[in-house]
């Protein structure tokens, strides 16, 4: 999964400065650090939520959301 979101990042032309990987605690608590962009772990069900303000105040950023174990 990283690897593909790696790629799409680049394949876009998306920089890292420009993207938030958000996601709860457990096994995808430290997704951010493996793509290395910026990134928000959050308690168990609060990644959705959480996201959406990222996005809400600041619509130019590109969020991205891992969920699950």
Do not use: W
């Amino acid at each position: 999964m990283n690897a593909a979101i790696k790629s799409a990042l680049k394949q876009l032309n998306i920089p890292k400065h420009k993207v938030v990987i958000v996601s709860g605690i457990g096994c995808s608590g430290k997704t951010s650090q493996y793509i290395d962009s910026y990134g928000a772990e959050t308690l168990h069900g609060r990644a959705v939520p959480f996201a959406t303000g990222i996005k809400l105040a600041n619509p130019d950023l590109t969020v991205i959301i891992y969920g699950g174990d």
